[in-house]
C-alpha cells in the first residue's frame, strides 16, 4: 500500500500563501501520479491539480497563476503552493496518489487531508 500525509494547513488572510506537503512511504513506485484534491464546505471534492513523475502539471481552472505542484521524487513528497488565496479556498485539502496515468485511471491512495481557512 502507499500512505500519503498532508500537512501545512492552518489560517490565513485573504491574498496570503500557505504551501501545502505530501509525504508518500510504502509502495512509492506506485505513485507515478499525484495530485491535489479539496472539499470547500457543504460542497464535493474537487480536483486542484496533479503532477506525472517526470514534473508535467495539469490545474484546474479556478486555480491557474495561484497555485502550483510540483514534486521531490527523493523525497517522495509533492508540494503545493498557494498564492493569493482567497475565502473561496477555504476547504479540506487532499493529496492523492496514482500508479499510472491518473487522467485514464485515475487515483487509487489517499492522505486524510488538512485544513486551510482564509479569512476576509
Known amino acids: 500500500q502507499v500512505q500519503l500525509v498532508e500537512s501545512g494547513g492552518g489560517l490565513v488572510q485573504a491574498g496570503g500563501s500557505l504551501r501545502l506537503s505530501c509525504a508518500a512511504s510504502?509502495?512509492?513506485?506506485?505513485?507515478?501520479?499525484m495530485g491535489w484534491f479539496r472539499q470547500p464546505p457543504g460542497k464535493e471534492r474537487e480536483f486542484v491539480g496533479g503532477?506525472?513523475?517526470?514534473?508535467?502539471?495539469s490545474y484546474a481552472d479556478f486555480v491557474k497563476g495561484r497555485f502550483t505542484i510540483s514534486r521531490d521524487n527523493a523525497k517522495s513528497t509533492v508540494y503545493l503552493q498557494m498564492n493569493s488565496l482567497k475565502p473561496e479556498d477555504t476547504a479540506v485539502y487532499y493529496c492523492?496518489?496514482?500508479?499510472?496515468?491518473?487522467?485514464?485511471?485515475?487515483?487509487?491512495?489517499w492522505g486524510q487531508g488538512t485544513q486551510v481557512t482564509v479569512s476576509s
Open positions: 492523492a496518489a496514482g500508479k499510472d496515468d491518473a487522467a485514464t485511471y485515475g487515483f487509487q491512495y
Open positions: 510504502g509502495r512509492t513506485f506506485s505513485t507515478n501520479s
Open positions: 503532477i506525472s513523475w517526470s514534473g508535467r502539471t
